[in-house]
């Protein structure tokens, strides 16, 4: 069991000792839901009501919230995960202490914060947190000056679980150049940034025709499906369009035709 020291980083304690009770170890968890412990001996451990807030699908902060959000900020952006993730209520005490803490998010490298962001936004329930980050200003550690609309934070459950399609349809309304820093600064993979910004810029695209979605998968190729998608729940298509994408054969990368390097060499 453990005993955490002070953070002077709003990340990592400066310390750790180590003791022989539970309760102390628990005392230093994030939420209640995960301050719980089980032997084979003393049965259930739960100091904190964590059984009873899963039952009733609450996500509460272990003691005062603004403590644990001081000790390591990142909970902040966690505790929205875990809603998005679950489809949990934050308890109010702790998501006002959330906002109220927001700024010891300038602390956390942006890689983490990228990481809670993307499973945020992928996972069923995202519409809520995401409301509930830009009423308290968290969304700014994120996003920066970008504000996504009402729209497109009730549409996003909708759109294709994947990390390039969500952070794409979520970054419609901006420019490719505020979307590309957006990006940038979250340090995102070059894939992601690519498939993204190909996703924003094409959301809005009409595609009418056969000839529409053929030249969609020709310039966005594995992310065609995302921007028609997009492209439907925004209006600017029918709902015919996911299946015109989907009914083209044209290939989209060179490993998918069907000549190879051995073809090439026998004709010469």
């Given at each position: 069991?453990?005993?955490?020291?002070?953070?002077?980083?709003?990340?990592?304690?400066?310390?750790?000792?180590?003791?022989?009770?539970?309760?102390?170890?628990?005392?230093?968890?994030?939420?209640?839901?995960?301050?719980?412990?089980?032997?084979?001996?003393?049965?259930?451990?739960?100091?904190?009501?964590?059984?009873?807030?899963?039952?009733?699908?609450?996500?509460?902060?272990?003691?005062?919230?603004?403590?644990?959000?001081?000790?390591?900020?990142?909970?902040?952006l966690?505790?929205?995960?875990?809603?998005?993730?679950?489809g949990?209520?934050?308890?109010?005490?702790?998501?006002l202490?959330?906002?109220?803490?927001?700024?010891?998010?300038?602390?956390?490298?942006?890689?983490?914060?990228?990481?809670?962001?993307?499973?945020?936004?992928?996972?069923?329930?995202?519409?809520?947190?995401?409301?509930?980050?830009?009423?308290?200003?968290?969304?700014?550690?994120?996003?920066?000056?970008?504000?996504?609309?009402?729209?497109?934070?009730t549409?996003?459950?909708?759109?294709?679980?994947?990390?390039?399609?969500?952070?794409?349809?979520?970054l419609?309304?901006?420019?490719?150049?505020?979307?590309?820093?957006?990006?940038?600064?979250?340090?995102?993979?070059?894939?992601?940034?690519?498939?993204?910004?190909?996703?924003?810029?094409s959301?809005?695209?009409?595609?009418?025709?056969?000839?529409?979605?053929?030249?969609?998968?020709?310039?966005?190729?594995?992310?065609?499906?995302?921007?028609?998608?997009?492209?439907?729940?925004?209006?600017?298509?029918e709902?015919?369009?996911?299946?015109?994408?989907?009914?083209?054969r044209?290939?989209?990368?060179?490993?998918?035709?069907?000549?190879?390097?051995?073809?090439?060499?026998?004709?010469?």
């Amino acid at each position: 069991y453990r005993i955490d020291g002070s953070y002077t980083d709003s990340r990592h304690p400066d310390e750790v000792c180590f003791t022989r009770s539970i309760g102390e170890d628990l005392a230093r968890r994030d939420f209640t839901v995960n301050a719980m412990a089980w032997s084979g001996e003393r049965g259930l451990v739960d100091l904190y009501g964590g059984r009873e807030d899963l039952e009733r699908k609450i996500i509460r902060a272990v003691g005062k919230p603004e403590r644990r959000f001081e000790e390591d900020a990142l909970r902040i952006l966690r505790a929205f995960r875990f809603s998005a993730q679950l489809g949990f209520s934050i308890e109010r005490g702790t998501l006002l202490a959330a906002g109220a803490k927001r700024e010891g998010l300038s602390n956390i490298a942006k890689e983490r914060i990228c990481t809670e962001f993307i499973k945020l936004i992928c996972s069923p329930y995202p519409t809520e947190p995401l409301a509930q980050m830009c009423e308290l200003g968290v969304i700014g550690y994120v996003l920066r000056d970008y504000r996504p609309s009402a729209e497109l934070i009730t549409l996003l459950p909708q759109m294709q679980s994947d990390d390039e399609a969500r952070l794409g349809f979520l970054l419609s309304d901006a420019s490719e150049s505020e979307a590309r820093e957006i990006l940038c600064s979250l340090k995102c993979s070059n894939r992601q940034k690519s498939g993204a910004i190909s996703v924003a810029k094409s959301a809005r695209r009409q595609i009418a025709n056969a000839r529409d979605a053929a030249r969609l998968c020709s310039e966005l190729r594995e992310n065609a499906p995302f921007a028609a998608r997009a492209s439907v729940l925004l209006g600017a298509s029918e709902d015919c369009a996911t299946e015109l994408v989907g009914n083209n054969r044209a290939p989209r990368s060179i490993a998918e035709l069907d000549i190879g390097g051995e073809d090439l060499i026998s004709l010469g």
